[in-house]
Nanobody, 121 residues
């Protein structure tokens, strides 16, 4: 049974930081591209960041470049999203996603349940 479980969301003031974690089981983590998506109310879900299976390659949406960092620990089957200099527009539900060969296709097969991030002004 595949499970992706996000944690670390919460309420933070603008300019603050949060670190999201995603613990996985039931997937071949070391073969999986991992992504963080977010969806704000009334908006489409967007890819925030992704990291290749070995961790050598990362990509970010323009609005978070220089503020967010994605990382992974293949020994712990976990992926992280360090978020700094948070802005109210970062408020959204953040989802962890996993997929083999998904780095370029954005074709993620598995999803977590999401964790709420709220940034107050």
């Amino acid at each position: 049974q595949v499970q992706l479980v996000e944690s670390g969301g919460g309420l933070v003031q603008a300019g603050g930081s949060l670190r999201l974690s995603c613990a996985t089981s039931g997937i071949v983590f070391s073969d999986s591209t991992m992504g963080w998506y977010r969806q704000a109310p009334g908006k489409q879900r967007e890819l925030v960041a992704a990291i290749s299976s070995g961790g050598a390659s990362t990509k970010y949406t323009d609005s978070v470049k220089g503020r967010f960092t994605i990382s992974r620990d293949n020994a712990k089957n976990a992926v992280y999203l360090q978020m700094t200099s948070l802005k109210p527009e970062d408020t959204a539900v953040y989802y962890c996603a996993a997929g083999r060969r998904a780095y370029y296709s954005n074709n993620y097969a598995y999803w977590g349940q999401g964790t709420q991030v709220t940034v107050s002004s």
